[in-house]
């Protein structure tokens, strides 16, 4: 379901040119979970980004569903996205000027869904927030926030949804019940999910564990990239 090979990522910046991602290499079968832990500067953000294909490679493949995301312009991108892949961050983005249902419609309404509002009326439902539906961000804790941000998530039913520090500006309590519905709601759809987190609880809760330092990731041998990769063309 994800495949990195050689994964490199340079970026440049005021000290001159970085080099984020050091040739890593990881296979995340489909259905599965897979936690990325490591220090803060590791990486860890920067492998999601590129994933998601926020940041373009500077080498090596980064392949998603049968497709290396690199070969993809802009317009290419938000068609693979739609409906296959979603975002977790850990600061909400929410649109503040949005409803907690207009929020999570979003997505779908970009899709052109007529359902777009009944549906995420019960996704809602499904994080414990029917009585917020016509809440603004502001009007809500962190912990609602989040599970807003994780009803939009997988409002559409994406087949990956990659979460980046989501329980970083919770609570401990609130942390706990928004991963809680997290891998209740993944196992429920049998959603691929790939994990960057500092808390080794939330860590030892997926499948496997990855570490990260310095650019390179240490995984499991049996979650090593192949070398060769059948890809095909995006839908």
Known sequence: MINLVDLR?????????????????????AGSAVSVVGPSGSGKSSLIAVIAGIERPTGGKAIVDGVDIATLNEDGLARFRRGRLAILFQSFHLIPTLSALENVAVPLELMGRRDALERAEAALAEVGLAHRVDHYPGQMSGGEQQRTALARALVTEPTILLADEPTGNLDRANGGHVMELLFALRRQRGTTLLLVTHDPELAQACDWTCRMEDGRLTAPPHLAAPADQKLRQPA
């Not at 340079?10 to 296979?27: E, N, P």
Request: charged share 20%; no cysteine; aromatic share 0%.
């Open 9 to 29: 990522l340079d970026l440049t910046g005021a000290a001159g040119r970085v080099s984020i991602l050091k040739g890593v290499d990881l296979q995340v079968p």
